[in-house]
């Protein structure tokens, strides 16, 4: 059995929907490293392929066209293994079959950590952020090495996400009351965003769904980080914005904890902190504020972009 040469989303989804036709090259792929696959597991979320293995291996199974996230992945496993306090994934084989890489990974411990922190007390979502911004900050301490190398480089990738940032907000059907403010911000954000600032490594996304949880006797504590597809370097604030969005959610407390966390101190909390902030969310790569800001009704909340940004980072 061979794999297709699949080049889009909807072709990959639709492929990867019947375990048959997969399968049998998983167990393949795994026998010739040595792993054992008696029973797989496969993960239904995520983008590209992934399935556990026994002795808490997986296989990560990367489609031709998102070679790109394949590269990031084994390239921020090796810079970044034994210089962080939190566990990430231990690289133990890889390869690829028939234009498809893929990566052989050790499992963490932990519970996901979208599967629990709805559920969490107040004061452990303000703890959770507070390590979430430490861990942040941590990675980027560690020199970006080969990672460098990975494209797009900050500069261009900014040029490129201010030119297609207003029509990508028209498709996702932003309101017209923030699209009305969004030329301003554009124009102030080559100014705001440092573009030629020595880089550090940016992981993009820092949501629930990429970090896993612990509960110890205390409460829930971050145990480990995971997926590493989206990885660039550039300017540090940028990963702010995925736990700013999905968890912090406008709560005061908690926002204050991701910055004490990440190093921002009180005073340093400005406008230019905030428009800076405002204008990354709406360039970064995955934004789409209408479904990630987690604010209930915040549209109702903010009559334009300034308004925004005071309502998701609150003094």
Not at 60 to 69: D, N, S
Not at 212 to 228: E, M, S, T
């Amino acid at each position: 059995m061979q794999l297709p040469p699949i080049t889009d989303y909807d072709t990959y989804r639709a492929w990867r929907s019947d375990t048959s036709r997969w399968l049998p090259v998983v167990r393949e792929i795994a026998d010739g490293h040595g792993l054992p696959c008696t029973a797989p597991h496969v993960f239904a979320t995520g983008t590209n392929l992934v399935i556990g293995l026994d002795g808490d291996l997986i296989l990560k199974l990367f489609p031709p066209f998102l070679r790109g996230q394949f590269i990031s992945e084994r390239a921020s496993l090796k810079e970044l293994r034994g210089r962080l306090g939190i566990p990430i994934p231990e690289l133990v084989a890889e390869g690829e079959r028939e234009g498809w890489p893929y990566l052989a990974i050790t499992r963490l411990s932990g519970v996901v950590g979208s599967e629990v922190w709805p559920t969490l007390q107040e004061a452990e979502k303000e703890r959770v952020l507070g390590e979430i911004g430490a861990v942040i900050a941590e990675v980027q301490r560690v020199p970006p090495g080969a990672l460098l190398g990975l494209e797009p480089r900050w500069d261009a990738f900014m040029r490129t996400q201010i030119a297609q940032c207003r029509a990508r907000h028209v498709r996702l059907g932003m309101p017209a009351k923030f699209l009305a403010g969004l030329d301003d911000l554009l124009r102030d954000a080559a100014e705001l965003i440092p573009m030629r600032a020595p880089p550090v490594i940016l992981v993009g996304e820092y949501i629930p769904e990429n970090f896993l949880l612990a509960r110890r006797a205390d409460g829930w504590h971050v145990a480990g980080l995971f997926d590493f597809g989206d990885v660039k370097t550039g300017w540090g604030e940028y990963d702010l914005l995925g736990p700013s969005a999905f968890m912090a959610a406008g709560h005061p407390r908690r926002v204050r904890s991701l910055f004490d966390g990440f190093g921002i101190a009180r005073a340093d909390v400005t406008f230019a902190l905030k428009r800076r902030l405002m204008a990354l969310m709406l360039l970064h790569s995955a934004s789409d504020p209408l479904r990630h800001i987690c604010i209930p009704g915040w549209p109702d909340q903010a009559s334009d972009l300034v308004q925004l940004q005071e309502l998701i980072w609150p003094d």
